[in-house]
């Protein structure tokens, strides 16, 4: 069931950063980010009427709040490096950082793994390198700052993912409800600033940032419930494979054609997938 809710949650933070970064070509960024995490509240206020479990409690709630610190930073860094249209930088950067943290951080805290889930996890570092890259190089001028973008927003993520499983399940979304709403309080700032410069929204604008929270909130969800499952290590090694899912649907939505890195790199992520499986 971990591997399940993992790569539920994968699939779903990668078509929201998809729609995410999109909009925020046409929108400013900051205004994309907020919007999206006002929905993600919202998103996590139904989810403690449904799930509240054994209600709040001070440790789960400092770690949600510890993990809406690295949700912030995260969004901040990757929209602002998608907006810029350093993806091809900002990806692969933010996607290894991502993957590499909660591994360690589980192996650290005693994770036990077998051998081929090892493998499995080693092999999905490379897969989210190569699925993550774009075609094309970098503008020189933008690279050096497009790098630092994607080592934030990897180093984000993952502080989301080690300090969401550090929550636990036990006390039910109370951990995302107070994560949500430190990102929100850490971004409003940033979006006010945005608003005297930004244009007004087009309906589109609004449908794909709403769509983005809301994709947001239910990765988040379905993330901390597969932490319930199974190890850190490779709960988020897993969930940490949502490159693909942004791949996936450019490619059907903006029919992208992938580049033969790209492939290696799903092939890879598959195979990776399979051995943790069978671990």
């Known amino acids: 069931m971990a591997v399940v809710f993992a790569l539920a949650s994968a699939l779903s933070y990668g078509i929201s950063d998809y729609l995410a970064g999109v909009t925020s070509r046409d929108w400013d960024f900051r205004l994309v980010t ?27 709630i400092l770690w949600g709040a510890i993990s809406g610190i690295g949700s912030a930073v995260g969004v901040l860094a990757l929209y602002r490096g998608l907006a810029v249209g350093s993806m091809n ?20 805290l005693g994770n036990h793994l077998s051998a081929i889930q090892v493998a499995g996890i080693v092999l999905a570092l490379p897969a989210v ?43 039910g979304a109370w951990p995302l409800l107070s994560g949500q709403s430190v990102v929100l309080l850490l971004v409003l700032p940033i979006a006010i600033a945005g ?36 190890e850190l290590a490779i709960v ?3 969930s940490s494979l949502y490159p693909a ?25 598959v195979l990776a997938v399979i051995l943790v499986v069978l671990g």
């Open 129 to 171: 390198l190569l699925v993550s890259r774009q075609p094309g190089p970098a503008a020189g001028s933008r690279a050096g700052g497009a790098a630092v973008l994607g080592l934030l927003a990897g180093a984000g993520f993952g502080l989301l993912f080690v300090a969401l499983s550090q929550a636990g399940t036990r006390n």
């Open 236 to 238: 988020g090694v897993l």
């Open 89 to 108: 930088v900002v990806a692969p950067l933010c996607g290894v950082l991502t993957s590499v943290i909660p591994a360690v951080v589980g192996i650290l």
């Open 34 to 60: 907020a919007g999206a995490q006002v929905i993600g509240l919202l998103t996590a206020i139904v989810a403690v009427l449904l799930f509240p479990g054994a209600g709040p409690a001070g440790g789960p």
């Open 195 to 230: 608003l005297g410069s930004a244009r007004t929204p087009q309906a589109r604008a609004v449908l794909s940032t709403t769509a983005a929270g809301l994709l947001s909130g239910a990765a988040n969800i379905l993330y901390l419930v597969a932490t319930g499952f199974g």
């Open 245 to 269: 899912g942004t791949v996936l649907i450019a490619r059907f939505r903006l029919a992208e054609h992938w580049s033969r890195t790209q492939i290696i790199g799903m092939l890879a992520a």
